[in-house]
């Protein structure tokens, strides 16, 4: 079969917030990548003359992310879809959510990314993740409160860098990039890239196909479009929308986060916080060795 396209997976880091369009709605860093791929590679001697300056056809692309999708939903939801689209390339960002809900459980998060990279890989589809930033930290969250989603993201984050290695994906270390401190390249909800962030996180895909040999054009421009986030936007953001998203939370995460809270106090005050750093790596590490056997999986996902 031959396989064209780019298919997004994802929530709504994928889906485009924070980088709006005229209009309404949102672009993203797919969109950004997407144009900056090729649906084949094109030697420079091969191009006639009169036609040197024309743009090669980029990867034409299909979002299927939507915001407050968790692991479960990319692979439930949103790979029936990806896999009937027969896609070259296939982008799975997902897991911020997930740290995010009173439900975390890390052998179900490493369940389903495993499940989505394995069928995608074994259909012929290239396979693009990254590891996600903290959102403890990016939301300026006390310390008892920051620790423990600080250690649900390096669990989630040890899984996708896991799963990604052993199905030969395209990773993206985005947690590791300096640009993630940088607060231009977050929009004001201080969760989602802003253009400048989306630029840079396409940018860093880019990089990563050309240096494995992928068909590329040029990097996407860090020419913005719009303007940068301001207080001003923040504070009106917070105002209009970042309430709700707060009250929300408060429903589902706040109440076991609290409780995780006083637990990361009472370790602190005992000086045994390490205790609890060594649990999740080992919870990680049993959800990693539970996942099956990835030469038998293969010839299972077609």
Known sequence: MTRSGFVALGDSLTEGLGDPVPGGGW???????????RTEAVPAEAVPAEAAGERPASVPLVNLAYSGALAADVAERQLPGARSLAPRYASVLIGANDTLRAAFAIERIAA??????RTLSADGTVVLTACLPDPGRMLGLPAPLARPLARRMRAVNTVVHAVSHRYGGIHLHLAGHAWVADRASWSVDRLHPSERGHRLLARGFHTALAAAGHPVGPPPALTLDGPPPTRAGSAWWMATRGTRWVADRCTDLLPGLLALAVQECRHGLAGSGRLLDTAAERATRAALAALP???????MAG
């Not at 672009?27 to 791929?37: C, K, P």
């Open 27 to 37: 672009r993203g860093w797919a969109v950004l990548l997407a144009e900056a791929l």
């Open 112 to 117: 389903a990314l495993d499940l989505t990279h």
């Open 293 to 299: 056997d990835p030469k038998g999986a293969a010839t």
